[in-house]
């Protein structure tokens, strides 16, 4: 890598020597001389040489990496974001049969011989079918994770929060640029574990036709999923999940602790910019969207729009409403609403859901326990994309 650096500044210096000499020409008017022809040329000619030793290098150094980055299987892995690939083994018949095998009777022995599945926690990665249907589940309860951003990271990292973004300034020809004076916070996105343990009698799981992975699935969904909303829009950020409340700014102030108006609903979605309302959506509770619904406009008409399709949400005021578990109801100082683009709310999700199966810990009692998890991290990176209406203080 030394060498490749000095044979960068080397092709670079070269390049500005010639970019000088015909710079001088051009000052003053004139076609290049015999002697300065003959400079260029030679400068060009080393800055070819150096050209191709670079590539050279650089191809060695891209052969090395895809090396080392290479699994066993021909895959390379995307180390961290959204294309992220858990190796084409886990999505095999192969590995699913072994692995509800070692579910079933805990022996790891054909997962530790594909050499791929164990996590640094003891577990071993779920299947793809597995995680699939947890993923699919999960939607219909975690609300959040429909619309947020979701990265698949493989260690902590630091990004920007924006908190001002600053100014743009109009400037005539010449004139000097102006500091815009954007702001920002780095918010750290780390892990949180959410786990799952179940007990199950060594006899039932001796019934080949029990089908632990659709109980597992399904189950670990539901309660994994309205734990998740809950920490996405009520999480403090400290030392936990960052919510959407907390990470939200106030649009609206309701004059009551007990009811908002129509009028006070109008201003808070217009306290959004417009460039994150088009895309925005209003989240709250089940009791909430009761009382939302039954409101008028001043002409007498529900403000409420109920779906044209079955199996999509219900709108207010042209943008979508979505239920969630997660939100407070309507009390004093509460927060019982949220309107926002939440492409601007990322999830972090560390790494693959797991599995321990646990032998010893309930033997005496005939049971089988099975340890569910994961870790994840979650905060707002815009406030000014996602607004809260509060309610007064009592």
Partial sequence: MHKLQELLDKRAKL?????????????EKRDLTAEERSKYEGIMADFDSVNADIQL???????EEELRTTDFSGTRPNPEGEGEQRGSILETEEYRSAYTRYLQTGDPGELRAMSIGTDANGGYLAPTDLDKAIMRALP????????????????????????????????????????ST?????????????????KLSEELLADSGYDLFGELAT??????????????CQGTGANEIGGLI?????????????????DELIDFQYSLKKQY????????????????????????????QPALTAGQPDSLLGNTF????????IAAGATPLIFGNLKYYTIAQRGARSVQRLNELYAESGQVGYRVFERLDASVMLSDAIKKLTMAAA
Avoid: C
Wanted: hydrophobic share 40%; aromatic share 10%; proline share 2%.
């Fill in 322 to 329: 979505e239920e969630t578990l997660g939100m407070p109801t």
């Fill in 57 to 63: 290098r650089k191809r060695q150094e891209a052969a």
């Fill in 277 to 304: 309302r088009n895309n925005a959506i209003w989240v709250g509770a089940t009791d909430t969207a009761k009382v939302i619904r039954k409101m008028k406009d001043a002409q007498g008409r529900y403000i409420w």
């Fill in 15 to 27: 390049l500005k020597s010639a970019r000088g000499i015909l710079d001088t020409a051009d000052g």
């Fill in 140 to 179: 219909d309860i975690a609300v959040i994770r429909k619309y947020a951003k979701v990265l698949n990271l493989k260690h902590d990292r630091e990004i920007p929060i924006s908190n001002n973004r600053g100014t743009v300034y109009w400037k005539g020809e010449a004139e000097d640029f102006q500091d």
């Fill in 219 to 232: 189950n670990y969904a539901d309660l994994a999923g309205e734990a998740q909303d809950i920490k996405f």
């Fill in 246 to 262: 907390a990470g939200s700014s106030l649009g609206k102030t309701a004059a009551s602790t007990l009811a908002f108006t129509t």
């Fill in 182 to 198: 954007p702001t920002y916070d780095k918010k750290a996105l780390t892990a949180y574990k959410l786990t799952y343990l179940v």
